[in-house]
């Protein structure tokens, strides 16, 4: 059992104990970080006069070597290490011997694991905020090449008012906008370094953590010894990000289970993102997306997990703070797959543009168009709004819609009809006279696409490539 720590103790560790302690089977993901972080500590270490140039080239060229046998698979990572830190050193002094010793010199495990943590989390969320501008980038492309798809517009889930398919994939743009712009936050908050803290008061060494924080591109260092160590809001920070973008993911998986369905038709599944049922030969499921929505609720976990965690902890460093890893871990690597799924398989889909219109027709989603002609003509919206029920229930009953019916049938309802109202309540006039800021209709639109272009563009995520 390779650890960092035993003069105190008498004992060998119980064998339970140190499995049910040590965290080398999942901290292992980090070694990079561990390795960038090592390497940034020993060239400061240098600069403060603390080492000798010669240790830190025999210390950094140790570590890179390291690296590159775990690379390259002539190392390997095991579980005789109690953590990867354990594993990064013990192999370090195996190499270089008692220079390797002085690796750990002005820093804790504690300040260590924070430092660790911290760049695998910023790195994750730019790579989630790219998972998401491909999402982006997709959703502009369909809402240039649907801005006179018409369908209808739902709420609670009954046919309310027509629209365009850009216009209703306008909103999932927005949603998916803002989650990252959330990442964008989340990465500038906790772009601040916590190596130099040592344990939990920082250290007796003239250590220069400005240095440090400038070799590993952080904004500077972090300002309270004891809070960088028991510091995890970023992780609950970023599960929270990560749970509200797969929330906004089941909400539009959701809704294309439903379009898919033999009900609705609205949209074709690519094969190649559907699976068969093995007894019935007609079925073509919709897995990718229900799995992304069940998905859902293993992301949610991890975030109620740290939560709940980091509840009852006193400052400063505590074990506890070991369970931030696992779950984060997943959920981070569950996102990105279900970002790159839900992708491919919007990229791919077919979309019915001809019944999205005759749903929308059919839906009687120009009723209040209708009632606002009826309103341009004179009556009172009160009395209009009552002629235009009538003249759906009528529509019911003679399973027709409103565009269908004669002048003769409409001047039944109400002698205030004329020719024009077809044009009028047409989905074309319907959609193109909504042209306030935000409204489907097509001026509004392309201005909206204009905008969203320009915020893509200009990502934040430019100066991070």
């Not at 927005?174 to 990465?187: G, Q």
Request: proline letters at 3%; a negative charge.
């Amino acid at each position: 059992m390779a650890q960092l720590w035993g003069g105190r103790f008498t004992k060998e560790t119980d064998k339970l104990v140190y499995n049910f302690n040590a965290s080398i089977s999942f901290d292992r993901k980090f070694f990079e970080e561990d390795v960038e972080g090592s390497i940034a500590h020993v060239v400061m270490l240098e600069k403060q006069g603390i080492l000798t140039e010669e240790e830190k080239n025999e210390i950094v060229k140790g570590l890179a070597s390291i690296r590159e046998d775990v690379k390259n698979g002539t190392l390997e990572i095991t579980e005789e290490y109690e953590d990867i830190h354990s594993f990064v050193e013990a192999n370090l002094i195996q190499r270089i011997g008692d220079a390797g010793k002085k690796l750990h010199t002005g820093r804790s495990r504690n300040d260590q694991v924070a430092l660790d943590m911290k760049l695998y989390t910023r790195t994750e969320v730019v790579h989630v905020a790219q998972e998401l501008e491909e999402l982006l980038h997709t959703l502009l492309t369909l809402m240039e090449e649907n801005l006179e798809t018409y369908m209808p517009g739902f709420t609670h889930l009954q046919k309310a008012q027509p629209l365009t398919l850009a216009h209703h994939l306008g909103a999932y743009f927005e949603m998916f906008k803002r989650d990252s712009l959330r990442m964008k936050d989340i990465y500038a908050r906790m772009n601040y370094c916590p190596l130099g803290s040592g344990a939990l008061a920082g250290t007796t060494y003239p250590l220069d953590r400005g240095y440090t924080a400038s070799l590993l591109g952080f904004e500077g260092p972090t300002l309270n010894s004891m809070d960088s160590v028991a510091d995890r809001d970023y992780v609950i920070e970023f599960l929270s990000a990560l749970s509200t973008v797969m929330m906004h993911l089941s909400r539009f998986c959701e809704e294309i289970i439903i379009w898919n369905s033999n009900e609705y038709r609205f949209v074709e599944i690519d094969d190649a993102y559907s699976t068969g049922s093995s007894i019935m030969p007609q079925k073509k499921n919709p897995d990718i997306a229900e799995l992304v929505r069940g998905k859902t609720g293993r992301v949610y976990g991890a975030l109620v997990s740290i939560l709940t965690t980091m509840k009852g902890i006193p400052l400063a460093y505590n074990k506890d703070m070991q369970e931030d890893k696992e779950l984060t871990f997943d959920a981070i690597d569950t996102v990105k797959g279900c970002l790159a799924l839900f992708n491919g398989m919007l990229k791919t889909m077919k979309f019915n543009r001809e019944v999205m219109a005759a749903s929308a027709i059919n839906g009687f989603t120009n009723a209040t168009d209708a009632a606002d002609y009826l309103v341009g003509k004179g009556v009172p919206f009160r009395d209009a709004h009552g002629i235009i029920g009538r003249l759906v229930l009528y529509c019911i009953e003679k399973n027709t819609c409103i565009d269908a019916l004669s002048l003769e049938e409409l001047k039944e309802i109400s002698p205030v009809f004329e020719a024009d109202v077809y044009e009028a309540v047409s989905l074309k006039t319907c959609v193109e006279k909504r042209l306030t800021v935000g409204a489907p209709g097509p001026e509004a639109m392309k201005e909206v696409v204009r905008l969203n272009r320009e915020f893509l563009e200009n990502s934040w995520l430019q100066e991070k490539r």
